[in-house]
């Protein structure tokens, strides 16, 4: 399956006095790259959630955010730290003496500070398996949508690759008739300019020119890279940086197309090749 390295998830999980939230965004990137924004009471469990994590994405951008919102059972009475409110009353009045002109603290910006309500505290062990529950059905919704995503880039790579696959049919036909026209043209020219030349000699360079216009190799070369392209897609495996690299040998393809190229038709056709591989690379950056 082809996988975007785009992907949004977001879930919550109830605990006996709390709520978990989790977000999880990706975008595409070289490597894998994560970002974590936990909670000031959850950063010891980043090494747990960097493992797992790690065991689900290969690639990708991933900012990971985990807030623990903490409440009060029904029958349990809120209850302050007495000594932290003390402490900061005298924070509040020495700086108030500095910034006259500040606001002091409200008693609503008192009770949200860290610790002035008293909640019960959660074992740590049962919390780290809540949060690695919560994260593996968070990396799972998150890989759904990469697949959808991955699915419709699939898609468009397909897409372009048969229209690639048919002016590469279209051209082989012309190629032996183009040929000869040319070096017809080109021998009537050598035959009028040049009337003292060996005959012979005018025919062998007629030959090693053809050879250096054949394009039949740089054509076959195409539909090996076109049929690599198809097996990547349909394997299980990343896929994003093997598909780069061949969109690269396309182009290399396509270029020497267009440099040996001595018609119209096959400059057109040279040209229509590397804006479909473009369209195809840019899509593929996201492929994870």
Known sequence: MTFSMTGFAALEQPLDSATL???LRAVNSRYLDLHFKLDENLRSFEPAVR???????????VECKINLVQRAKSNQALQLDEGLMQQLAVIGAQAQQHFPQSRALSVADILRWPGVVQTEVLGQETLLEDIKNLLSQGLKDLNASRAREGEKL??????RLSQIEALVEQVKPLLPALSKEYQAKLEAKLQENLKNVDPERVAQELVLFAQRIDVDEELSRLTAHISEVKRILASDAPAGKRLDFLMQELNREANTLGSKSVSIQTTQVSMELKVLIEQMREQIQNIE
């Not at 493992?51 to 951008?61: A, T």
């Open 21 to 23: 939230l989790l977000e």
């Open 51 to 61: 493992e797992l994590i790690n065991s689900h994405l290969s690639r990708g951008k």
């Open 154 to 159: 699939k898609a468009l790579v397909l897409d």
